[in-house]
């Protein structure tokens, strides 16, 4: 950028709107003026939950917190005199457990539905684009698909990925995919080329049929009944062609796939005889290709097709490359470059689009002419498994997360960011702030950050060199030293084409790929403000940008929508096995961990902006829920110590009164869930299965994530995960070669480095279940030999334990049904052990300890 170059403004400027030489026309007609234009309908709406089921959870809610408090109450002044140490530990989670309740309740207060009217959006902007008439005005959108390489993730599930984003229905003049491909495999690009020629046939097959779902092996898997379905002679042969297509297609990959294991002692070569230049995963050049969008693309019906791009960005040692964060950033600059979409949807490999009409869905809050302008971005759900098949119940956060607790964030100030399966506004990427009406200027912070200056300035003025200076240096400070990046980052939002890369001839087509191999070096980061204010945030520790990427956004005031329709978004058919359940719930909580024991911490984070208290509480929730652990751990070994002592956490003398009250809490407890689940719509079968993981997961994952982030930030040891013994073998062997800083790797650091086995989190939870069934056996010993009077003390105890083994039992038979990946016998014989050694532990301080004059009969029922 030198000083003649033609003036910026940026997107919030005023210069956009209206000139300064001009009186400003107003915007709404005069009282009894039927000559203004009419008011633009708005494109989705917000279906509160009627106030007479709302009114009803809210005092169910109220009501249990009255209870509870009159439950700790009775707690506090009725302590147990026999075994004061575990009552006190049953006292202290009691009260753990009930602050992080009320904190994730809090939030929860004023659910919402959301309603999109696609008869609007189709109306006003007239998406003919293709069809002969005229050019859609829609919104262009780019797609940044992230993957880690082949060696991690298998390339077919990426394919159809990209398969269903470019049979998406929307103009294919306006849609653009990025793959980023962190690991540098060549499997993964010849993958991408296979699917690139399958697109040509596929794509057309999807939007002549109307087909759904658009990812070929979620299409395919669904059972087809020609004779009920009435389906035309011409539609069956024609699946079956493709069909047969798609068979071949897998075939080569699987070809691929088999060539790949055995790497030539010189690398991999390409068609033209060079070596390929990834051979060396953790030093090797940028690499951007083309694989659909040249002069000509078109397919087998003679239409546009989709831009594809497949894009590895460079790799060094030495530099710090904030894994799947830092992959979104190079797409992000990237797709500004080449098609500069004015929004931005990320999807992980294998979240395939299940409804090809989510793009319009998003549309409908991100362009609609009173909310757009303040919607930073769109959540949808994200499912798992074939709709249909009954994959669903190995699902971790399917029903209760995305269909309750985002629903309740929604009406607040808008859902929290989940990593995948999100559309953004770029504008609230860059940094910039939200469009305020005249009304919330005065609510405005008054504090700007780096970001908002971009928001005043103007430049460009005849005779202010010097002024001009001091702001293109500020721009690179905060955007990096390419002047074509900072020129698309202030282009208007508004234009609704392809951005600089429908350039017309090839030296500029040349010199924009050049420009994007810059800005996608290991360098081009240092000393800016990326993964800070602009782009996916780093520096939480963990990999828990998405969540502080969505948490500063909302600081900023920006509101985002959540967005669930009647046909799921997006989809996974890769079913979960139990160790891929406790290796995504360990992931997701040192994240949290990350954040929660980082500077982008909730608690105090954003202050002074226009983040709003119970959005607070929301994101405090997200980030903290592993310290519930702890508490829950305790609480569950409690009924085992209780049945195997002889002790009790309750006093002996419990009156009529307190029963009463007891009763009470828990018909509240029942109460609120029932109507949570009345206004949510989910299963009581779904809502069951969430809460034995929940338990699970808090005993094993969530229990091992609090101590690894606190090792992480206190001793500076990094622990990893490993969800098979093979893969741990495999991370050995290309130490050297694959296990880099990329997308699935770590960061090169100072920080000690050690791998968590999957086996090992099994050992809490299993010594936990061991443990309250030998509990459970000796209380029901003890009660046949002692009568009809020794039962009453035993059933509180018997209560609680079979509460604990009825949320442990159902992970663990599922888990040993399995074949392919079973409970290793290591796992249950240490649990086994470790409930042996404390018992005989129990019993030799237990024989000192009691006074001389106790009865054999009144100690510990097992001895």
Known sequence: MDEDSPEIVPVNSPALDADPDQEPESSESGEGDSDGPPEPEALSDKLPIPPAELNLYRAAVALRLVLLAAFFRYRVTHPARGAPWLWLAALVCELWLAVAWLVAQLPKLSPTNRETHLDRLASRYDDRDGEGGEPSRLSSVDVLVTAAGARREPPLATANTVLSVLAADYPARRLACYVSDDGADMLLFEALFEAAGFARRWVPFCRRHAVEPRAPELYFARGVDYLRDRAAPSFVKERRAMKRAYEELKVRMSYLAAKARKVPEDGWVMSDGTLWPGNNTRDHPAMIQVLLGHPGDQDAAGNDLPRLFYVSREKKSGFQHHTKAGALNALLRVSALLTNGSYVLNLDHDYCVANSGVLRE????????????????????????????????????????????????????????????????????????????????????????????LGVLTVGIAGRRRRLRSYRAALERHFGHSPAFIASAFASQERGGGGSGDSSTASDASSLLREAIHVVSCAYEERTRWGKDVGWMYGSGGGGGGVVTGFRMHARGWASAYCAPARTAFRSFARASPSDVLAGASQRAVAAMGVLLSRHCPVWAGAGGRLRFMQRLGYVSCVAYPLASLPLTVYCALPAACLLTGKSIFPDDVGYYDAILLILLLSSVVATVALELRWSGVTLRAWWRDQKLWVVTGTSACLAAVFQGILRSCAGVDVGFSSTSRETATRRRSSTSDDDNGAGGEEPSDARKSVLRWSNLLIPPASLLLGNLAGVVVAVSYGVDHGYQSWGPVLVKLALAGWVVAHLQGFFRGLLARRDRRAPTIAVLWSALFVSVLSLLWVNVDSYSAPPAQSASQRAPIL
């Open 362 to 453: 998003a549309m409908c809050f991100l362009m609609d002419p009173e909310a757009g302008n303040r919607t930073c971005f769109v959540q949808f759900p994200l499912r798992i498994g074939v709709e249909g098949d009954g994959a669903e119940r190995h699902a971790t956060r399917d029903s209760v997360f995305f269909d309750i607790d985002m629903k309740c964030l929604d009406g607040i100030q808008g859902p929290v960011y989940v990593g995948s399966g999100c559309c953004f506004n770029r504008k609230a990427l860059y940094g910039f702030d939200p469009a305020f009406s005249e009304d919330d200027e005065e609510d405005a912070p008054a504090h700007r950050s780096s970001a908002d200056l």
